[in-house]
Nanobody, 126 residues
């Protein structure tokens, strides 16, 4: 699976952005997908996860209620709708894909993902 993230940019605090991650590869619909982010000087952190059928999602506490992850398997694309953005959301955002032989409702660790996109930069000005 190859992943291409897009949709980042500069936005004022309180604004919104929608990130997209286009996947290639015939196994996309069977993968769970996630978004991670890395702020300057900090380690990469989990943001959101969605399972293969979109029936289950989970979020980091810092974005819960503001961000929404979704996917469209017919378009091989996963989205991250980000609302009420603040300067603390400034980061390079990565999409990732994974597959395991057993089900879990939330996959939030980096080593649980097998494929990574190149990242898209989100900058929130105060």
């Amino acid at each position: 699976v190859q992943l291409q993230a897009s949709g980042g940019g500069l936005v004022q605090a309180g604004g919104s952005l929608r990130l997209s991650c286009a996947a290639s590869g015939r196994t996309f619909s069977s993968n769970y997908m996630g978004w991670f982010r890395q702020a300057p000087g900090r380690e990469r952190e989990f943001v959101a996860h969605i399972d293969w059928s979109a029936a289950s999602t989970c979020y980091a506490d810092s974005v819960k209620g503001r961000f929404t992850i979704s996917r469209d398997n017919s378009k091989n694309t996963v989205y991250l709708q980000m609302n009420s953005l603040g300067p603390e959301d400034t980061a390079l955002y990565y999409c990732a894909a994974g597959w395991r032989a057993f089900y879990r409702s939330c996959w939030s660790r980096e080593n649980e993902y097998d494929y990574w996109g190149q990242g898209t930069l989100v900058t929130v000005s105060s």
